[in-house]
């Protein structure tokens, strides 16, 4: 049973198209998180998301959009797509309040090319 | 955001040596993690600390939450090939806020 998963798992697309990654987490979790890792493998968070509202934006350009349809679900939208969007990107979530952990999922390589 | 450092970047080590590496930040954390991500997976959790001081092992790993809850340490030990990877510290302030470290890519060299 997978806990957090992506979809899909490897994306290519040309300059200046538009993509969405889906993440679905079946742990009961009520917040959920975007993060991109580049190329130096440094993982930085985009977007979270708590109770389908969004809690954090850490600076994302505005072609970034982010949507919860339910607690269950954070899907990534992405228009005009450009060569440094180029990444793997992770979906995570955990339980809010302290001392909880987040899950990750196996993460989505984006190819802008 | 905020920046955790984390060292070493990297770590050539032969098979059955112990490992060490850590974590420092500006910022006090309420709690700190130690992630390792395998190629082409995502990060996956190896210990959780919850209180300034704590040690605690999970099997050949030790980690501790630093006394200042600014800083926090991975051990390894008698390391096999298995744990190469790159570790990851995170730490979480307040609310929903979690940061993750740079990154130490392991070497093990049977």
């Known amino acids: 049973d997978t806990a957090v998963s992506q979809t899909p798992k490897y994306l290519v697309t040309q300059m200046g198209n538009d993509k969405s990654i889906k993440c679905e987490q079946n742990l009961g979790h009520d917040t959920m998180y975007w993060y991109k890792q580049d190329s130096k493998k440094f993982l930085k968070i985009m977007f979270s998301y708590n109770n389908k509202e969004l809690i954090i934006n850490e600076t994302v350009p505005n072609r970034f959009s982010p949507k919860s349809p339910d607690k269950a679900h954070l899907n990534l939208h992405i228009n005009s797509l450009e060569l440094g969007d180029s990444a793997v990107y992770f979906c995570?979530?955990?339980?809010?309040?302290?001392?909880?952990?987040?899950?990750f999922g196996q993460g989505t390589r984006l190819t802008v090319v | 955001g905020q920046q955790l450092n984390q060292s070493p970047q990297s770590m050539f080590i032969q098979e059955g040596e112990d490992v060490s590496m850590n974590c420092t930040s500006s910022?006090?954390?309420?709690?700190w993690l130690w992630y390792k991500q395998d190629p082409g997976e995502g990060p996956v959790l190896l210990i959780a600390l919850y209180k300034a001081g704590e040690l605690t092992s999970n099997g050949r790993l030790t980690a501790q939450f630093g006394i200042t809850r600014k800083d926090s340490f991975l051990n390894i030990s008698a390391s096999i090939p298995s744990d190469v990877g790159i570790y990851f510290c995170a730490g979480q302030l307040t609310g929903n806020q979690f940061y993750f470290g740079t990154g130490t890519s392991l070497t093990v060299i049977p």
């Open positions: 995570a979530s955990r339980r809010s309040g302290l001392n909880t952990e987040a899950f």
């Open positions: 910022s006090i954390f309420n709690t």
